[in-house]
C-alpha cells in the first residue's frame, strides 16, 4: 500500500498478508456538489469500487457468490469523513481484507493521490446467508478456500 496506506492484516493460519487492493481514481464533476465538494454518499460508491477489485482478487465476484448459493448482504458499514474531496481531486482508494472466517470485513482508506493526506476510513461487514435465508455463523468453505488460494 502507500505511505498512509492500512496496515497489512496478517493471517494467523498461515502468517501471510491477507488480500489487498489500491485504485486510483478521480473525482468527476457529477458526483461533486454547486461547491464543487463530494456529496458524501459517492465514498460509497468508491468503497463498492475498491470491494469489487477486492473480490476479484480472490476470485469470488459478486456473481460467483450468487452462484455459490449464498448471498451476502452488507450488514454494517461505517465511514469517517476526514477532508473532503474535490472535483478533479486524484485519489487513491485502498481496500484491506482484515476477516473472512465467519464473515467479510472490508477496511478501506481514501487518500489524495499522493498519499500525504487520508480523507476518508472505514469498513464494511458482509454475513453469509444461505439459500433459504438463514444466516451463516461461519463463512462457507468455498470463501475460506477461495482466500487461502490467494494468499
Not at 493471517?11 to 489487498?20: E, I, N, T, Y
Request: net charge neutral; proline share 5%; with cysteine.
Amino acid at each position: 500500500m502507500s505511505r498512509q496506506g492500512l496496515t497489512p492484516v496478517i493471517d494467523s493460519r498461515c502468517g501471510r498478508p491477507l488480500p489487498a487492493i489500491e485504485l486510483e481514481l478521480e473525482i468527476p464533476f457529477f458526483d461533486t456538489d454547486p461547491m464543487g465538494i463530494t456529496w458524501h454518499g459517492h465514498y460509497v460508491k468508491y468503497f463498492e469500487l475498491a470491494r469489487c477489485e477486492l473480490l476479484k482478487r480472490i476470485d469470488f465476484t459478486y456473481q460467483q457468490m450468487a452462484t455459490s448459493g449464498y448471498s451476502w448482504p452488507v450488514v454494517d458499514l461505517r465511514l469517517k469523513y476526514v477532508r473532503p474531496c474535490q472535483f478533479g481531486d486524484s485519489i487513491r482508494v485502498a481496500a484491506q481484507l482484515s476477516e473472512y472466517e465467519n464473515r467479510i470485513r472490508i477496511d478501506y482508506l481514501i487518500h489524495n493521490a499522493e498519499g500525504s493526506q487520508v480523507l476518508t476510513r472505514g469498513h464494511s461487514i458482509q454475513v453469509a446467508v444461505d439459500a433459504n435465508g438463514g444466516l451463516c455463523l461461519q463463512s462457507p468453505a468455498i470463501l475460506l478456500q477461495r482466500v487461502r488460494d490467494a494468499l
